[in-house]
């Protein structure tokens, strides 16, 4: 009989080696009340179906924990219903018992107050001149999103948001004269939305910006006085200011509502020679000056005697007298009613120029309008 020797070799058999599994999700966003929230925590590595669970702490209060299909992340969804703190724990478990666990803190804040556009204006421009204008926003939660949802802007002019987002910087320069109308669009990073509409008009280049008036009259020490000083040209509004020297003291000056001209007015107190300079700033920035010298003398040297022709009318019960340093801006220079039709004025200025009118006043208190105005020149 033959025997055979058998000879066994055992062999260990192991499934491939794999990295353990670990959750790669550091940190998540914070919340806000009556806001949807949504983060995912993610995992990699091990062997998968994962198995997760928070294993200490608390979701914020309306937020929920869904492993995805894959179960390869743990999504976190919802909306906070309570403005809190929250510290909790994930633990992630792979198919062959690998485990990581990761912590993370979630802030809910109050409900934030809804964003909206501050704005409700943006200035006109000028074509070739640099155009800037600022749409701002509040409320809400930032970073803002803002867009231009329907119009256009005008020709040349673009929109970026500030580097905070509370705004969105309209710069450029015109290229087209029209007008254009424009609605922007902001919204808040918690899903508020605001909008707001707006119309530039861009107008054709002017003739550059100058101030026309050459002189103004001198005055008097306790006798009203009043001039302007006028410009045109460039785009409006306009900018006025006293670059040197000084106004007679009591004099004091403002630009007119149509900021075309600075207005002179006051009463002088002191008797002396003033030299100044008049600055005006177009809304396209360019500038023009002029410099004027206005004499204020102790008392008058000169009387202006004025006469006029009666009225026919048969009710006039009197007569006003107007004064006027250009024959443009007018004022009323006597207290009460003239019965005559002569009148002395007494605070002339030397070395001034002076326009006068009168007008009949009828006994129902009706006012004509004036005569043709009449040229004093005082030496």
């Known amino acids: 009989m033959k025997f055979w020797t058998l000879s066994l070799v055992l062999v260990a ?20 009340v009556k806001i949807p929230y949504s983060a995912v925590v993610s995992a990699s590595g091990g062997c998968t179906p994962y198995k997760w669970a928070i294993v200490s702490g608390a979701l914020p209060a309306g937020v929920s924990a869904k492993a995805s299909s894959t179960t390869t992340s743990l999504t976190l969804a919802g909306t906070p219903t309570t403005a809190a703190t929250y510290n909790f724990a994930v633990k992630v478990t792979g198919c ?11 802030v809910v804040r109050t409900a934030a107050v809804s964003v909206g556009i501050t704005t ?25 999103t803002w867009a231009i949802v329907s119009g256009a802007l005008p ?72 001039a302007a000083v006028r410009a045109s040209g460039g785009c409006t509004p306009y900018t006025w200011a006293i670059v ?3 106004l007679p003291a009591g004099v004091s000056a403002k630009a ?17 020679t003033y030299n100044f300079t008049v600055k005006v700033t177009g809304c396209g920035g360019g500038v023009s000056q002029a410099s004027y010298k206005v004499v204020v003398q102790a008392a008058a040297n000169h009387v202006v005697q004025l006469t006029w022709n009666s009225s026919p009318s048969s009710n006039v019960v009197g007569y006003n007298v107007y004064r006027s340093p250009d024959a443009t801006t007018w004022k009323k220079i006597n207290v009460s009613l003239i019965g005559s039709t002569l009148y002395s004025d007494a605070t002339v200025a030397n070395n001034s120029t002076y326009y006068y009118a009168a007008t009949a006043v009828g006994n129902s208190g009706v006012e004509s309008s004036k005569t043709a105005a009449v040229k004093a020149v005082v030496p």
């Open 13 to 32: 058999f192991t499934s491939p080696s794999m990295a353990d599994v670990g959750i790669a999700t550091t940190s998540l966003p914070n919340g806000t």
């Open 96 to 106: 062959g018992g690998g485990v990581s666990q990761a912590s993370y803190k979630v």
């Open 120 to 144: 409700t204006s943006v200035p006109n421009g000028t074509v070739k001149t640099a155009y800037s204008a600022v749409v701002r926003a509040s409320g809400g939660c930032t970073p803002y």
């Open 155 to 226: 020709a040349g002019v673009s929109a970026k948001a500030s580097s905070t987002t509370t705004s969105l910087n309209l710069a450029g320069t015109p290229t087209t004269a029209a007008t254009y109308n424009f609605t922007v669009k902001v919204t808040g990073c918690g899903g508020g939305i605001s909008q707001a509409s707006y119309k530039v008009v861009v107008q054709a280049a002017t003739a550059n910006l100058g101030i026309s008036t050459t002189s103004v009259p001198n005055g008097m020490v306790r006798t009203a006085y009043s």
């Open 244 to 246: 040197s020297g000084a």
């Open 256 to 272: 007119s509502s149509t900021t075309t001209s600075l207005n002179l007015a006051g009463t002088p107190t002191t008797a002396a």
